[in-house]
Every structure is written in C-alpha cells, then in structure tokens.
C-alpha cells in the first residue's frame, strides 16, 4: 500500500502551525534582507557563529589559518545538536497531534499518541540540555561534571552586566521543568499505557484485599443514570488529560525557541565584551 506522504507532511505541518509550533529555521529574519528584532539571536547564530569556518582553505585546499579551540568546537556541536533535536521534537509532536483524535479512554494498550508523545517528551528535554551546556561552555569555557555549574555560570552572566538575561534564562528552564518532570516519569516511573492499567488494577485490588471487599459492591444501589453520567465524567477527563499533555509538548517547544534566541544573543554580547584573545586558536576560552 502507497502512502501519500506530502499529504501526510501537509497534514502534520497545519496541525503543528495551529498550536504555534513553527520549524525552528524559520526564525531570525522578517524576509531575505531584515532581521527579526525579536529573535535576532538565530540571525547572530548565522552572520557571526562562535566559530567561523576557513571557507577559503577548503575551496583552494590550502591549510587553514586558525584552528577553534575546543570551547568553540563545543559551542558548534552544542548549536547545531539543539537545532536537531529541535526538528525532531516538532517531528514527533506532530505525528501526535495526529493521533490525538484516535485516542479513546478506557484504552488498555499504547497507542501512537503515546509513543510520539514519548519521543517528543525525549527530545525536547536533550534540545534544553544542549542549551544549558551552551550557556555553561560560554560562560565557564568547559562543561564538567561540577554541580550548580548552570547557577554559577548564570551569576557570571550578572556580573558582566547580562542580568536581564540571566535571569530570562533561568525563568525559561523553570517554565520548561513540566516536560522534565514528565520525561523523568516514563523513564523512570509507570512508562506505558499497559503498566498505568496495571497499576489501577494493582491498586484496586489491594483496597479491596484491605477492606475485604469491593468498592463496586458498596454502590450496586446506585441509580444507572448516574453511573452513566459519572463514567462519562471519567472519559472526559482522561481526554482532557490528554489534551494536557499535548498543549505540555507545545508550550515547551514555543518556550525552547525563545530560549535558542536568548542563549545564541548572549554568547554573540558575551563574545563581543570579552573579545578574541591573541593566540592560533582564535577565541579562548574567558578566565
């Protein structure tokens, strides 16, 4: 069976421009001459990156006239890995908002909507901890194993006078803790649909053991409508829960955006305040 799969880009791409999720690209510039001021961040990423490449050693296969320093080397792996996991979580957030729909309660088995959810949930926590480490390694020079190294480079940042800044940054990885939280508890807590029915189960069973007898025996007296109206008040809200999840998805990748504008700003300011120090590898690292 063929599958149109320009329909099925189309598709996921108006659900994703409906909830605000745009590619991560399409920021930093109003048309092909003019930076957007509100995220003239991504517009410094491209016209001055923390490293420039020897464009013309490579053309005429000359050596090239300075080598980065591994800060960076580390600037550009961190830059380009967030725009990657960037693309990836609007991937998959797509293809669960496509799903949302299928969803039913009283579900037993995983359905597509959770394994993008999953996936989206994966990326967007990795694309805030290349962030981070951007700032640290801006900031610090080196990213290390040292705890509170994203406080201390924050602090750093106040000190040379980027205040507004720092404190943009932290208000942005505080708003971004419920993607966190989430991931944190399908990795390490109740991952899949089937386990969350278990664990209903589990759990009934055992008040039942406790009480030594079922909850549903004390409420065989209860009129038929309103058990009809109280499951239907169940289904609601587990879809509303799933709503939920999908607006998380959302509100964390528009969030990260503004977050890559404010990150790439700062190193560009951080950058021009400190200057290149002499030496081959071009700009060292600050002390």
Not at 44 to 67: H, V
Not at 107 to 132: G, K, P
Not at 233 to 254: F, G, N, Y
Request: overall charge negative; charged content about 30%.
């Amino acid at each position: 069976m063929t599958v149109d799969l320009d329909v099925l880009r189309k598709t996921t791409d108006e659900l994703l421009r409906s909830r605000g999720v745009f590619d991560v690209d399409a920021f930093g510039w109003l048309n092909e001459d003019d930076v957007d001021p509100e995220f003239v961040g991504y517009a410094m990423w491209m016209l001055s990156p923390p490293y420039d490449y020897d464009d013309e050693g490579w053309q005429n296969d000359t050596p090239p006239n300075k080598a980065p320093t591994e800060a960076e080397q580390q600037l550009m792996q961190l830059g380009h890995d967030f725009f990657g996991l960037m693309k990836t979580a609007r991937y998959f957030i797509g293809h669960a908002l496509l799903y949302q729909p299928t969803v039913h309660p009283l579900r037993i088995e995983a359905t597509e909507f959770d394994f993008n959810e999953f996936a989206a949930l994966v990326a967007l926590t990795a694309a805030a901890d290349r962030l981070s480490d951007f700032i640290i390694v801006t900031t610090l020079g080196r990213k290390t194993d040292e705890q509170g190294q994203r406080i201390k480079a924050c602090d750093r940042l106040r000190e040379s006078g980027l205040g507004i800044e720092a404190d943009g940054l932290q208000g942005g990885f505080k708003a971004i803790a419920g993607a966190r939280d989430a991931r944190r508890q399908v990795v390490h807590g109740v991952a899949t649909r089937p386990a969350h029915v278990q664990k209903h189960l589990l759990t009934k069973e055992r008040e039942a053991f406790k009480e030594q007898r079922w909850h549903a025996a004390r409420n065989r007296e209860t009129p038929y409508e309103e058990v009809i109206r109280e499951q239907e008040q169940l289904d609601a809200k587990e879809l509303a829960d799933v709503e939920a999840r999908a607006k998380l998805l959302c509100d964390c990748h528009v969030k990260l955006v503004k977050m890559g504008e404010l990150s790439f700003r700062i190193e560009h300011d951080w950058r021009q305040r400190h200057g290149a120090m002499a030496g081959p590898g071009g700009l060292e690292p600050p002390t």
